[in-house]
């Protein structure tokens, strides 16, 4: 299992550290200590409140990651892996973002995908698109 630091838990959440440790005393986020005796959520355990609220956050600063060419990159926690045969559908909860990958079951396995681990979705392509939402003179 996946261990975050209550730092760690409220950086993924976009909430304090407080808001956190408050969650825990009212019992709707499970705390306990790791085995360096600091208190510690478990990975699965965020992810049914990231769901929730759609957290938003400094996710990258909080959790630097391996550099890549790509730019446009998205740090969260693994919400759902599906497999089905050679391939997997890997879901990525990014502050409020639902991001989905396709992949081969080999290599979600190899990367040991599973709900709550922290992982990054990269995406690098020659177009992209930006839509704006409609405006009162539509």
Sequence with gaps: MTQFRISEAAALLGVSDDTVRRWAEQGRLAVTRGANGMRVVEGADLVPLMEE???????????????????????????????????????????????????????ADELGLEPGVLAAASAKATTVSIELPPGPDS
């Design 53 to 107: 609220l759609g957290s938003g956050g400094a996710l990258a600063e909080a959790f630097p990651l391996a550099r890549a060419s790509a730019r446009n990159r998205f740090v969260g926690l693994v919400t759902r892996v599906q497999r089905d045969g050679v391939m997997a559908q890997v879901d990525l909860q990014a502050g409020p973002f639902r991001i989905v990958s396709l992949m081969s079951a080999e290599a």
